[in-house]
Nanobody, 124 residues
């Protein structure tokens, strides 16, 4: 079993930066690719960023592409997501998820474990 706990959410203003953390415990962290997803009210859960289990490759999708960075520290069993130049539409619950294997994928159904989510609210 793998447990994931997100932190770092809160109320921020447009234009600020956000850094989320995902602490992972349980099985060998380095066996898992990790993805960050977000879900806005009334919307589908969407893939935001992903990182391979070795940390050598990263993937981004959607409006955060170009202003976000995902990273991981396998020694600390933690994955980070930084989003710069926050926009009102970044408001959502952000989730991290882990899947056994090398590469993260965009499909939420392909992940084995999920965190409980952390709320991010961006105000003008």
């Amino acid at each position: 079993q793998v447990q994931l706990v997100e932190s770092g959410g809160g109320l921020l203003q447009a234009g600020e930066s956000l850094r989320l953390s995902c602490a992972v415990s349980g099985r060998t962290f380095s066996n898992y690719a990790v993805g960050w997803f977000r879900q806005a009210p009334g919307a589908e859960r969407e893939f935001v960023a992903g990182i391979t289990r070795d940390g050598n490759s990263t993937y981004y999708q959607g409006s955060v592409k170009g202003r976000s960075t995902i990273s991981r520290d396998n020694a600390e069993n933690t994955v980070y997501l930084q989003v710069n130049s926050l926009k009102l539409e970044d408001t959502a619950v952000y989730y991290c998820a882990a899947r056994l294997g090398l590469i993260p994928v965009v499909g939420a159904g392909s992940y084995d474990y999920w965190g409980q989510g952390t709320q991010v609210t961006v105000s003008s």
